[in-house]
């Protein structure tokens, strides 16, 4: 079946540092892969997506590559800002049953001045 | 353009009581699908419409219901609330899939507290 694993949280850092938060999949075919993030209070915002293989999404300093020899899609950001303080998802869409969305759990970033 | 809407954004509900949830999608979208976010955990998927009709269904109870309207809107039944039901339900739209990545945009969600 499809599932999503993210590392756990909080991850902590401090204002330029450098962000990586893993993401790895199970998936039956070849899945679509997202990056969503939600703001405190918020629904979810996409940050950025992957179709296919050795695709690289990116959006605002981020960036994730879609490996598929490793059923990877980390985050990066070379330098992270305060206001990047968030909780991440990473998600994947099972296109063998009609592009339903699976979620992992979430990895919350503070980001400190 | 209008993104996803959804109504109420708070809501408080007793055990045993129904409540009904509302969406709209953002302008072009046919495809609606509803998550349930538990507090610290990701969403999960309930369930889908297109045409209105359910597509596919995550697996929750038949206490969960929905409709879509020919506006391609769309709402969230629960009857019998639990308390385990408190969540953020997430409305999100989409193109209907037709073998290709569709992204789904969500909405900002509705908070639900069953006492």
């Known amino acids: 079946g499809n599932s999503v694993t993210q590392m756990e949280g909080p991850v902590t850092l401090s204002e330029e540092a450098f962000l990586t938060i893993n993401c790895t999949y199970t998936a039956t075919g070849y899945p679509s892969l997202f990056w969503y993030v939600q703001y405190p209070g918020e629904g979810l915002q996409l940050l950025l997506k992957?179709?296919?293989?050795?695709d690289k999404g990116s959006n605002k300093g981020f960036e994730a590559t879609y490996r598929k020899e490793t059923t990877s899609f980390h985050l990066e950001k070379g330098s992270v800002q305060v206001s990047d303080s968030a909780v991440y998802f990473c998600a994947l869409s099972g296109h063998d049953n009609f592009n339903k969305f699976y979620f992992g759990s979430g990895t919350k970033l503070n980001v400190k001045p | 353009d209008a993104g996803v809407t959804q109504s109420p954004t708070h809501l408080i509900k007793t055990r045993g009581q129904q409540v009904t949830l509302r969406c709209s999608p953002k302008?072009?979208?046919?495809?609606v699908s509803w998550y349930q976010q538990a507090l610290g955990q990701g969403p999960q998927f309930i369930f889908q419409y297109y045409e209105e009709e359910e597509r596919q269904r995550g697996n929750f109870p038949d206490r969960f219901s929905g409709h879509q309207f020919p506006n391609y809107s769309s709402e969230l039944n629960v009857n019998a609330l639990l308390l385990g039901d408190s969540a953020l339900y997430l409305c999100?739209?989409?193109?209907?899939?037709?073998?290709?990545?569709?992204?789904?945009?969500f909405g900002p969600g509705t908070r639900l507290l069953v006492l």
């Open positions: 302008s072009g979208h046919d495809t």
């Open positions: 992957a179709t296919k293989a050795d």
């Open positions: 999100a739209s989409s193109l209907a899939w037709r073998g290709g990545e569709e992204t789904q945009y």
